[in-house]
């Protein structure tokens, strides 16, 4: 192979991943939907917060502290929409 590697090597890192959402019901579309937008919900607050650690600036801190509350006030409305 001109790349270098193996053929299982270079299909294992470029090859599609397989489709395995056509028969899903909407059910489970909406619960991975909500999945996916709790997980981004969660990865942005851990970004905000690594940010507003390293950040020097006064008015910057409070505007991460108030992005993060308000993210964090998403992610409370998503948990009580979802039990109800």
């Known amino acids: ?3 270098g590697g193996t ?3 270079y299909d294992r890192k470029f090859s599609t ?3 395995t959402h056509i028969n899903r019901t909407d059910e489970e579309k909406s619960a991975l939907e909500y999945n996916a937008h709790v997980e981004a919900l969660k990865t ?4 905000l917060r690594n940010c507003l650690e390293h950040a020097t600036d006064e008015k910057y801190k409070r505007y991460l502290a108030l992005k993060i509350d308000r993210t964090n006030q998403r ?8 039990t109800k």
């Open 17 to 19: 991943p397989v489709v």
């Open 1 to 3: 192979m001109a790349l």
């Open 75 to 82: 992610l409370e409305q998503l948990r009580t929409e979802d």
């Open 44 to 47: 942005l607050a851990m970004d």
């Open 7 to 9: 053929t299982a090597e």
